[in-house]
Structures are given as structure tokens and as C-alpha cells.
T-cell receptor
């Protein structure tokens, strides 16, 4: 199993540009999520999904959109990039949304917005 | 509401000496607790988890943690540090009253001195 994969690994955007960060998992997990990691702040939840067709907002959703049309894929869209969105983005998946299951993380996407 | 406090942002130990990384949590309900490790420029890897079974939890690479409800703590320990333990460590809480979301601490950076 490849686990959780993310593309691209690195990206530089100009302010106002849009882009999609890709995330895929091959473990047939119901639950998928997106986090951003900023220095000294740990990871913060952006959006999550408990199954295909179901998404919800996390702690810091503004400026981001998600959709989940298949179990495997959970892309994150930046609508109009801003310098404040410079961060490292992690996708994660879990067997279910239960608190008893750990989340598996992808390798991350480092995004710089100039 | 859920929250996690990692009491030390940086910890330095000599190789072969014990490691103690401290974590206190706040939760209105019985939580699950996790420790993750992040090596430089890598994703997050699960070290261990507590999900209301045994209060002393053993994880990978010789790490263990003890859930102490009376002290609301979940400290991570290892008897003897190895150079490969140098990394960032995150304590995470999840509880049923908040949609089972993961709440991350701000991280502890562990340095191992040869």
C-alpha cells in the first residue's frame, strides 16, 4: 500500500492565484482531513470528510474549499491565494471518524505564496 | 472544549539518558490521546495511542506513555535516548463531543546530544 499520497511536494504561487492540492489514500478509509502546520502552532484542521459526498469545516476553513467524490481522493482548493496561506499542508486519513482510530498522514505539501 | 498543552517547546538530552516529554490535556469527556513524531521535512508517524484501555501504553522505538486522569497528563518517556530520536513530537487529543476531531499541541523539539 502507498498509504496517503500528496502532490505536489512544493509549490510557489503568486497572490490571487488558485490551485488544488491533491490527496489520495489506498486504505479504503472513510475519514480524511486536511491540516496546515505553521511554526509554533502545531497542526490545525482546515476541512474534513467522513465519507464520499460529506465534508465539514474545521478550525481554519476560510480561503479553502474541499469536495469528496470518491473514497480515495480528497483535494484541497485554494480559491485566491494569500501570503497568510504560506504553510505546510498535510492530508490524513483514518478508518473512521471514531476517536479510537489513529490518523495516517501524507508527506506534506510546502506552499509559498508571494 | 478540547485542548492540549505541551509544557516544553524544546528538550535536550544526552544520548543514552532518559527522555521525558510532558503533555497535559483538557477534555470534558473521556478522550483518546496520541503521540506523533515528525522527523525533519517528513510527515507524522504514530508513536502510540491511549483509547481507554490500559493506562500505560507502549509504542514503537521504546517509547511509552502513561494516562493519568487525576493529573490530566499523558507524558511520553523513553529510558535511553538514541540519536535517531531527534525530532518534533506532538501530543494530540480527540474526544466525542467535538466530532472526534484531532487537537494538536504546539510540539516539543527533542535534541539528542552525542
Amino acid at each position: 500500500n502507498a498509504g496517503v499520497t500528496q502532490t505536489p511536494k512544493f509549490q510557489v504561487l503568486k497572490t490571487g492565484q488558485s490551485m488544488t492540492l491533491q490527496c489520495a489514500q489506498d486504505m479504503n478509509h472513510e475519514y480524511m482531513s486536511w491540516y496546515r502546520q505553521d511554526p509554533g502552532m502545531g497542526l490545525r484542521l482546515i476541512h474534513y470528510s467522513v465519507g464520499a459526498g460529506i465534508t465539514d469545516q474545521g478550525e481554519v476553513p476560510n480561503g479553502y474549499n474541499v469536495s469528496r467524490s470518491t473514497t480515495e481522493d480528497f483535494p484541497l482548493r485554494l480559491l485566491s491565494a494569500a501570503p497568510s496561506q504560506t504553510s505546510v499542508y498535510f492530508c490524513a486519513s483514518s478508518y473512521s471518524g471514531s476517536i479510537y482510530y489513529e490518523q495516517y498522514f501524507g508527506p506534506g505539501t510546502r506552499l509559498t505564496v508571494t | 472544549a478540547q485542548s492540549v498543552t505541551q509544557l516544553d517547546s524544546h528538550v535536550s538530552v544526552s544520548e543514552g539518558t532518559p527522555v521525558l516529554l510532558r503533555c497535559n490535556y483538557s477534555s470534558s469527556y473521556s478522550p483518546s490521546l496520541f503521540w506523533y513524531v515528525q522527523h525533519p521535512n517528513k510527515g507524522l508517524q504514530l508513536l502510540l495511542k491511549y483509547t481507554s484501555a490500559a493506562t500505560l501504553v507502549k509504542g514503537i522505538n521504546g517509547f511509552e506513555a502513561e494516562f493519568k486522569k487525576s493529573e490530566t497528563s499523558f507524558h511520553l518517556t523513553k529510558p535511553s535516548a538514541h540519536m535517531s530520536d531527534a525530532a518534533e513530537y506532538f501530543c494530540v487529543v480527540s474526544a466525542p463531543n467535538t466530532g472526534n476531531q484531532f487537537y494538536f499541541g504546539t510540539g516539543t523539539s527533542l535534541t539528542v546530544i552525542p
